[in-house]
């Protein structure tokens, strides 16, 4: 349902466009066409609005009083919205006490070209790129000489380009004018970069049951085969961009999960098989933020950040000073002993918050996506996400390079006895390695909270996978944990098309198999004396 922001104090144009709007309510067809005709060049902004809900079937009016309104739906009950200033005028009984705004073929043709003209003369010539690219996906014959005017008067380039590519698309759409004007056309949407001027251009090539053209001009068939080669080219190379945003946005997520298990395999040795239950409770810990700030989503997925590190790395120092530290020596036993604990928290995690998945709703500012070109977006919740896990793995670089509880860590991976024999008390390292490595565990769930439901099983999904990167990089490595991490994402991407999801993954943890005999530390392997041991 469009609310409009609009003062209800303002102006002259308000009395206009409710007394047109009102009028429309009892119009006839005819008289509609008129009443839309003076709301589009009324130059008032609420009124593309108030056309688009005319158009879709949302607009109604009080039987009471003719008042133009919108009907907003939800669990508390029916109300009723001031179409024009966005008023709630409370609950109703009945829906009957409205009706709808009817509109015929004719009318909704005549509010498609309103709308595209609001569209095409916005201030913000991103706004204009997008009604120009949403005239090459329905190329209306009636939008050419909107089309041509706006060329006429727009001065960006991009969009004056766009443009013509929309003039193009409704040429050859709609096959105006002779064959010199749609050679031209075809030839200019050889240049576009949009998935929908393929379909566009491919209609020229279709064929008879017995193979022959249905196009019968030679000149025509050639020019739009070269321009589909072309396009198609384009569309293979944007194809390839797209895998590798992908790969790179899988391999974030992988170094998310995975940073955090380098440190403390690295330091300690020890194989943790409750990781996947740190990246589990930091996403939990995003839903009960959201929870506790229903109305400042925006900023709940800030402050889950935080508190996900601290809720994941208290467990995880609260699970070595319990468990870990009596077994060290004894990898077998502790990875039975994290095995059990994995399990422990996620039925803790069923009766707190109950089997079923939970979803965490994506801040605006993280939703849609930045269109590149009509063949290559990027979706912002992994772009950002991408972003988020090189600006981790940045703090923690500095962390372990820059302060003295980085450099006692990386004493104790080096050499523990030399370290102890130095005074460094290498329990409470272990201690809060581990803890750091689980609170890294639990942003990744953060993360991960923003691409899928949260659900008790979330962090088994990832715990193999973390596994692999970490061996595969070195163990203890942060360089190699990002190289490999990076590398399995965009191989996995690429393999996908080919072989399919599953096993895709199975031929990438056979090659680690293979990898790992011929190099058994790993691509950066730390050299010390502990590591050498």
């Known amino acids: 349902m469009p609310l409009l922001a609009a003062d209800p104090e303002s102006a002259a144009g308000t009395d206009g466009l409710r007394a047109s709007l009102e009028a429309m309510a009892k119009a006839s067809f005819s008289e509609k066409s008129a009443l839309i005709a003076g709301i589009a060049g009324s130059g008032d902004d609420r009124a593309r609005v108030i056309l688009e809900a005319l158009l879709d079937g949302n607009l109604q009016y009080r039987k009471e009083d003719l008042r133009p309104v919108y009907l907003d739906e939800n669990e508390e009950g029916d109300f009723l919205v001031d179409a024009l200033t966005g008023e709630n005028l409370g609950a109703i009984s009945s829906k009957r006490k409205v009706k709808k705004i009817t509109i015929n073929n004719q009318l909704r043709?005549?509010?498609?070209?309103a709308i595209a003209g609001f569209k095409l003369s916005q201030a913000d010539a991103g706004a204009r790129a997008e009604a120009a690219r949403s005239i090459i996906n329905g190329p209306e014959p009636e939008l050419l000489p909107l089309v041509a005017d706006a060329i006429d008067v727009e001065t960006e380039p991009d969009v004056r380009e766009l443009l013509g590519y929309a003039r193009a698309s409704i040429i050859v759409a709609n096959r105006i004018g002779d064959a010199d004007q749609l050679i031209a056309a075809l030839s200019l949407l050889g240049e576009a970069t949009d998935r929908n001027v393929i379909s566009l251009v491919s209609r020229f090539l279709l064929k008879d049951e017995e193979g022959n053209y249905l196009e019968?001009?030679?000149?025509?068939?050639?020019?739009?085969?070269?321009?589909?080669n072309e396009l198609k080219a384009k569309q293979s190379f944007y194809q390839i961009l797209q895998n590798v945003f992908f790969g790179v946005s899988l391999g974030s997520v992988l170094l998310l999960t995975a940073v955090g298990l380098a440190i403390t395999f690295g330091v300690m040795g020890v194989i943790n098989m409750a990781h996947g239950e740190m990246i589990m409770i930091g996403a939990y810990t995003t839903y009960t933020v959201q929870l506790l700030m229903p109305n400042l989503i925006g900023a709940s997925i800030l402050v889950a950040v935080p508190m996900a590190f601290l809720a994941s790395g208290a467990?995880?120092?609260?699970?070595?000073r319990l468990v870990i530290r009596h077994l060290y020596g004894r990898p077998l036993e502790t990875l039975l002993a994290t095995f059990g604990i994995s399990l422990i928290l996620q039925q803790l995690v069923r009766s707190i918050y109950s089997p079923l998945n939970r979803s965490v709703i994506t801040p605006d500012w993280m939703s849609g996506s930045l269109?590149?070109?009509g063949m290559f977006s990027l979706t912002y919740n992994r772009l950002?996400?991408?972003?988020?896990?090189?600006?981790?793995l940045l703090a923690l670089?500095?962390?372990?390079?820059?302060?003295h509880f980085g450099l006692q860590m990386r004493a104790v991976t080096l050499n523990r006895s030399m370290a102890s024999s130095m005074g460094i008390r290498t329990g409470w390292i272990d201690a809060l390695t581990f803890g750091l490595g689980s609170g890294i565990a639990g942003v990744a769930g953060v993360a991960l909270s923003q691409l899928t439901n949260v659900g008790p099983n979330l962090g088994q999904a990832y715990i193999i996978d973390s596994f692999m990167v970490v061996v595969f990089g070195g163990v203890g490595n942060l360089f190699g944990t990002l190289f490999a991490a990076m590398s399995l994402g965009i191989a996995n991407k690429f393999a996908e098309p080919f072989a399919g999801a599953v096993l895709a993954k199975i031929l990438i943890l056979v090659f680690i198999i293979l990898f790992i005999q011929k190099y058994p530390r790993g691509l950066f392997a730390i050299k010390g004396r502990f590591v050498e041991d």
């Open 109 to 113: 043709g005549e509010l498609k070209l």
């Open 216 to 228: 019968k001009d030679p000149r025509l068939v050639e020019v739009a085969e070269a321009s589909l």
């Open 315 to 320: 467990m995880g120092i609260l699970i070595e």
């Open 371 to 373: 269109a590149i070109n």
């Open 384 to 392: 950002y996400i991408v972003i988020f896990s090189l600006l981790v």
């Open 397 to 403: 670089m500095l962390l372990l390079k820059k302060t």
